[in-house]
Nanobody, 124 residues
Framework: QVQLVESGGGLVQAGGSLRLSCTAS????????MAWFRQAPGKEREFVAA????????YYADSVKGRFTISRDNAKNTVYLQMNSLKPEDTAVYFC?????????????????WGQGTQVTVSS
């Protein structure tokens, strides 16, 4: 059973940057496709970014394309989400998700393993 723990959330002013981290345990990280989703107050959880299990190929929601970057460090069993040029509408709880041999899906069903989430708040 893969376990995921997110960190790096916080409060930042609009235009600022944050880097989220998600560390996996109890699994073979190199075979895991990784993704980030987010859920704003009163809204459904939505896809943010994904990274194919085999590495290299990335996918982004249109709303974050050009501002966010997903990456992974297999030696540290960690996936990152670098968030630049943050906007108030990026405020949400950010969730890390994983699935074996996945990472090309933008739907929640593609990822059976989920972290608890980390809060990101962007002030205007």
């Amino acid at each position: 059973q893969v376990q995921l723990v997110e960190s790096g959330g916080g409060l930042v002013q609009a235009g600022g940057s944050l880097r989220l981290s998600c560390t996996a345990s109890k699994g073979t990280f190199s075979n895991l496709g990784m993704a980030w989703f987010r859920q704003a107050p009163g809204k459904e959880r939505e896809f943010v970014a994904a990274l194919l299990w085999s590495g290299g190929r990335t996918y982004y929601a249109d709303s974050v394309k050009g501002r966010f970057t997903i990456s992974r460090d297999n030696a540290k069993n960690t996936v990152y989400l670098q968030m630049n040029s943050l906007k108030p509408e990026d405020t949400a709880v950010y969730f890390c998700a994983a699935g074996y041999y996945s990472g090309s899906s933008s739907t929640e069903t593609g990822y059976p393993y989920w972290g608890q989430g980390t809060q990101v708040t962007v002030s205007s």
